[in-house]
């Protein structure tokens, strides 16, 4: 296993072969993307209050690495997965926010 993900960082500068799947492809609707850190700021102007932001869809590794080891990598992620951890910022590629108009 080890020796898959050292070969890979070895020599990282042929990303092109690697085909990378988007969330969009997996039945997941995502309109327009938006950035956690700003999002309270764009619903305020459209009269809305954020009660919560959820993080989902979390990459322990770059995504680049489930390509050699799908059921690792997704072990790996969804032992770091919490809706609620603000590094979700970070790590997931995901959110949904609960909000209210004000």
Same mark, same amino acid.
């Given at each position: 296993? +080890?020796?898959? *993900? ?19 492809? &997996?039945?997941?609707?995502? %309109? @327009?993307?938006?950035? /956690?850190?700003?999002?309270? &700021?764009?619903? !305020?102007?459209?009269?809305?209050? @954020?009660?919560?932001?959820? $993080?989902?869809?979390? %990459? !322990?590794? /770059?995504? @680049?690495?489930?390509? =050699?080891?799908?059921? *690792? *990598? ?6 770091? +997965?919490? /809706? ?5 910022? $970070?790590? !997931?590629? !995901? =959110? @949904? ?6």
């Amino acid at each position: 296993m +080890e020796k898959k *993900y050292n070969s890979l960082t070895k020599n990282f500068s042929d990303r092109k072969k690697y085909k990378f799947k988007n969330i969009d492809e &997996s039945g997941v609707f995502n %309109h @327009v993307p938006h950035n /956690p850190l700003t999002i309270k &700021s764009e619903l !305020a102007r459209l009269g809305l209050g @954020v009660e919560g932001i959820y $993080f989902y869809h979390y %990459h !322990a590794l /770059p995504p @680049v690495f489930e390509n =050699f080891d799908k059921k *690792y *990598y997704r072990k790996l992620s969804w032992k770091i +997965e919490n /809706p609620l951890d603000w590094r979700g910022i $970070f790590l !997931a590629s !995901a =959110f @949904v926010v609960d909000c209210k108009k004000i």
